[in-house]
């Protein structure tokens, strides 16, 4: 669900708005219900398929980013810039631009000084979500890490699971919003290695952090009698 939402809205809306437009002008021209439906199942098979494809291609192309750059392969600004190449903006994002652009033509810009700045604008939203994934999806790896070696470590026996909990640890001084109201009641939970945490302000759950988008929470080991 997290990453989820990185890929899909600006492209499912898009193609829901043309699916609309199009249904649209084939009732105007009079074409008959029963054909009307089924054009409209047809296009919402393709807008499936079209998000699935665009969705699986992206996260393949970020996860490569994000391996190579936990292999010190890549630089975070080199991360950074390869997954502007590959991402677009959110609805929200575009929205912003375009709502820019109006402000500007309010305040008498035109020509080429209207898209220079227009464009600057774009691209300072496309690296802020840039950013934003690649320090989310660094944050999933290197936790997800964490707890495979955590678990393999039970399995040889090295860590016995009766005496073994993982204390859920906020971070303050990492982030001035955090920690966030989702996290903060969280804030010292105790689970057993493979039970998930929940967070009592909305019921959302995960096992490590992250739990959300720029959530800079931790997870420690805490030993306990059986």
Do not use: K
Not at 4 to 33: C, K, N, P, T
Not at 131 to 151: F, K
Not at 159 to 164: E, G, N, Y
């Amino acid at each position: 669900h997290l990453r989820g939402q990185y890929f899909l809205d600006s492209i499912a809306d898009s193609v829901r708005e043309y699916q609309r437009a199009m249904a649209e002008a084939q009732r105007h021209a009079g074409r008959d219900r029963a054909a009307l439906e089924r054009d409209i199942a047809a296009r919402e098979t393709a807008l499936a398929n079209l998000v699935r494809e665009v969705a699986d291609s992206t996260r393949l192309a970020i996860r490569d980013v994000i391996e190579r750059g936990m292999a010190a392969e890549l630089s975070t600004q080199e991360r950074v810039r390869r997954i502007e190449s590959v991402v677009g903006l959110t609805r929200r994002q575009a929205l912003a631009v375009d709502n820019y652009r109006a402000l500007l033509l309010e305040q008498g810009y035109e020509g080429d000084g209207l898209e220079r700045r227009v464009a600057d604008y774009h691209a300072r939203a496309l690296r802020q979500r840039a950013q934003l994934i690649s320090q989310t999806e660094s944050n999933i790896a290197a936790h997800a890490g964490q707890d495979a070696v955590w678990q393999e470590a039970a399995r040889s026996g090295l860590l016995d699971r009766q005496r073994t909990m993982r204390r859920w640890i906020t971070q303050p001084p990492l982030n001035a919003d955090n920690p966030c109201p989702i996290c903060a009641p969280m804030n010292g939970q105790l689970r057993r290695m493979g039970e998930a945490f929940e967070s009592s302000y909305n019921g959302a759950t995960a096992e490590y952090p992250p739990l959300h988008v720029s959530c800079f929470c931790a997870v420690g080991l805490e030993f306990v009698e059986p």
